[in-house]
């Protein structure tokens, strides 16, 4: 019902800033998103919280990037954004977008992903 698409990605110099999208398409008219965020992957790494940004715009970051990433979203536009500045290399990772969103009649919240976007971050 809800389908991720992240924009944004790409190869960056240490020191340097990305701007990531990621848009929801949405099949049923009645779903709302209660929280939308970002997470990373780096190879032989975990999944981990890059940032989270609830439908009443409170913000929660990963240690690693507090002070250097800023999340944000338009609700309008079902559209999460990540910006992130003072890159380093051990930001290289897949960064995939995440939604969790309920429609009217469900009693659980549901959870989608996008496909990821590679981010990498020369030294």
């Known amino acids: 019902q809800v389908h991720l698409v992240e924009s944004g990605g790409g190869l960056v110099q240490a020191g340097g800033s990305l701007r990531l999208s990621c848009a929801a398409s949405?099949?049923?008219?009645?779903?709302?998103?209660?929280?939308m965020g970002w997470y990373r992957q780096a190879p032989g790494k975990q999944r981990e919280l890059v940032a989270v940004?609830?439908?009443?715009?409170?913000?929660n970051y990963g240690d690693s990037v507090k002070g250097r990433f800023t999340i944000s979203r338009d609700n309008a536009k079902n559209t999460v954004y990540l910006q992130g500045n003072s890159l380093k290399p051990e930001d290289t990772a897949v960064y995939y977008c995440?939604?969790?969103?309920?429609?009217?009649?469900?009693?659980?919240?549901?959870?989608?992903w996008g496909q990821g976007t590679q981010v990498t971050v020369s030294s």
């Open positions: 995440n939604a969790e969103y309920k429609a009217t009649g469900w009693t659980m919240t549901r959870t989608s």
């Open positions: 940004i609830s439908s009443g715009g409170s913000t």
């Open positions: 949405v099949s049923i008219a009645s779903i709302t998103f209660n929280s």
